[in-house]
């Protein structure tokens, strides 16, 4: 089993900063590879952001690109998110999710969630 546990939501202005953990246990963090997705208020649920177990390599939503970017600290059994120049449409529950390797969009191939973190951005 692998415990996630998302925090660094919040309230921030268009244009602000935020950065999310991801606290991991029960596993070596270092054996499993990390997502990122978010659902906005009456939309699925969608990808985000992902590393590999090695953090050299990451993937993006095209929307985020450029803005958020993805990393870990093996050290610390945490993965982040580090979210610049928000926008309104970010605004959503952000969750992190464990896989075996890889950088998939796909949800389905993460065996472990987090309960998710609000992320409200204010126009």
């Known amino acids: 089993q692998v415990h996630l546990v998302e925090s660094g939501g919040g309230l921030v202005q268009a244009g602000g900063s935020l950065r999310l953990s991801c606290a991991v246990s029960g596993r070596a963090f270092s054996n499993v590879a990390m997502g990122w997705f978010r659902r906005a208020p009456g939309k699925e649920r969608e990808f985000v952001a992902a590393i590999t177990k090695s953090g050299r390599i990451t993937n993006y939503a095209d929307s985020v690109k450029g803005r958020f970017t993805v990393s870990r600290d093996n050290a610390k059994n945490t993965g982040y998110l580090q979210m610049n120049s928000l926008k309104p449409e970010d605004t959503a529950v952000y969750y992190c999710?464990?896989?075996?390797?890889?950088?998939?969009?796909?949800?389905?191939?993460?065996?472990?969630w987090g309960q998710g973190t609000q992320v409200t951005v204010s126009s």
């Open positions: 999710a464990a896989q075996q390797y890889g950088t998939s969009t796909n949800e389905d191939v993460y065996d472990y």
